[in-house]
């Protein structure tokens, strides 16, 4: 069963390609950790994922439908680099909002529920931008999860993130995962993401350089993909 | 349905931090006594001579004000990239820029029902003898003035230069909007009922919201996905 | 071969130009009140023609660049709205030398020329946008968007500075009607010329821009690691 069908995706700004024919396919379930330079394109195709912008040809499709629909938005959960949260608006309001632009049945109860699960709900009525760094980390995975995704687009997940909130995406995405989730993350090899992800995506210069299974060799050198697939 | 419920809760959420923080709203409002103030260095202000430009002079006001309004509308969600988020979530980009055309919208009447009280005290202007009329000329033009301004924050959000951009882009396009408002006022500033060419302008007015809210609804994901 | 045709194109312009120029001020007599500066109408109206064709042309070129992202729309767009703006700029300034002379002041706020500065100032706007946006197909998409949005509003900005100007009393300008059939030839005549012209100012602005995008992919491309 096929979570994200990628079929020959271009994208260019003006007359240069920052994207060049990228086709692959996602197997419902799995963890995809999507490699590349700065400047190589995932940030760009990411986008075009979470149907933030249009590709110039090609096209994607997510659990079988049109990646700009309705239905496929409200299946998707995204984290970038900005956290996405109100900062003059209290926690519980800043959940308790996007429980409702996703339609949830008790928008008032999923906010609850994510701010005892992020523990953040003795501080539900503060306004955001009176927390801690790590605090604020905290509320934006609660309102990525929130209306419990089944795929997860994510933007370099880990790296601003501290321990704790680290440790409960973590543990997040295992617990979706289990559940049948898909998950895609743009990362820069770093550990915790290989760790997580069955399968690999290398983009060189707007390139699919490379498409597959982790293997091993891969969690322990990290260089290892770049130097096999990266240079051709 | 479930379309109305998605533009209320943008408006609502809108209009939540506005009130708290009160940012936009204060620079607007203060603004716009300000300029209520030099008009009267401008020209002599006796109540006949208020009263025949009163409508130029309040639509000036309203509209300087307004571009400060504007301006946060979409800048407002920069921060933390709340754009995005929004965007990738199930409301539709049209839903999203009626519900903060529509928080615009009634921060900016906040903004008139403020103002003509002072207008009328500073310049001895009796306001208010049509009030019915008056009250329909606010919503209609300031509605006009929201769409086109909400239309072009998204417009020129990404940009360097924005808080530049904006005034430059919407005035021009507001003339028409402004002129039909200016006309109108005058005349119930001065206690006529529309008659004649009045409800002309009254049919521009009404014309000039539907065809740009029309306009801007269809228009608006392109502006908003790349 | 593309570039015969412009040559082509340039030289019947010159050519029909000089023609016109021969018979307007040789042939045609002077107009009975206005004498020899009434010829200016026939550089005046037909840049009047041209500027609102080539908006025209610009509201069309930017419609199908939304529907199917091909950046030649978009340098057609910019270089006809580029175009349109210097054919407005020579409405208006002919429309003040004119107005100069005839009515002995370089500026009236009639309906005409009010409608005709605010609408060149709403264009103008189109550029100073798209100076402002670095990415060109975010610059394309914006500035398409604003094109539509710019001629809508014409008709408006039109009607209701006429509306509001007319309850002025004004200058008569000139009565269509009244106009004689040779001078009313040459005023059509006279626009052919400037039309090639313009197709030939647009031919090379394009080029220019489909250069200035080949560029700007290199520089991406050499940015890229």
Known sequence: MTALAVDNVWKYYGDYPALRGISFEVPRGACVALLGRNGAGKTTLLRILAGLSRPTRGSVRVLGMDCLSAGVRRATGVLGHGIGIYDELSAYENLRLFAALYGLERPHQAALEWLERTGLERVKDGLVREFSRGMRQRLAVARAFLHRPSLLLLDEPFTALDDRAIALLQGLLRESLASGATILMSTHQLREALELASHVALIVRGKLAHAGERTPEMLEDPGYLYRTYGES | ?226 | MREKILYALGVAAALLLARNLYVMLVHLPDEAFQGAIFRIIFFHVPAAFTCFLAFFVALVASISYLKTGRMQWDSLAVSTTEVGLAFGAANLISGMIWARIIWGIWWTWDWRLTSMLVCWLLYAGYLVLRRAIEEPAQRARLSAVLSILSFTVVPFVFFSIKWFRTQHPQPVLYGEGKMDAAYRAMLYGNWVPLILLAILLVAVRMKQETRRLELDALRREAHTI
């Open chain 2, 1 to 226: 349905m479930r379309y109305f419920r998605q533009v209320w809760t943008i408006a609502a959420k809108d209009l939540r931090s506005e009130l708290r923080t009160k940012e936009a709203l204060n620079a607007s409002l203060s603004f716009a006594l300000v300029i209520l103030l030099l008009f009267s260095f401008a020209f002599d202000p006796t109540a006949e001579l208020t009263r025949e430009i009163s409508g130029g002079l309040l639509w000036l006001v309203f509209a300087f004000a307004g571009a400060l309004l504007l301006n946060r509308s979409f800048a407002r969600e920069l921060e933390n990239d709340c754009l995005d988020v929004l965007v990738t979530s199930p409301v539709p980009a049209s839903a999203l820029f009626l519900g903060k055309a529509l928080a615009n919208w009634l921060l900016l009447l906040g903004i008139e029902i403020v103002c003509l009280p002072v207008f009328g005290v500073f310049y001895n202007v009796d306001w208010a003898r049509q009030p019915a009329w008056l009250a329909l000329v606010l919503l209609l033009a300031t509605w006009g003035l929201t769409v086109i301004g909400t239309m072009f924050s998204a417009l020129t959000v990404n940009l360097r230069l924005r808080e530049l951009m904006l005034p430059m882009l919407v005035y021009p396009m507001l003339i028409p909007c402004l002129m039909a408002a200016m006309q109108l006022t005058t005349a119930l500033v001065a206690g006529q009922a529309p008659a004649g060419d009045q409800v002309a302008w009254l049919r521009m007015l009404v014309g000039f919201d539907i065809i740009f809210t029309a306009l801007s609804v269809a228009l608006v994901e392109t502006v908003l996905i790349g």
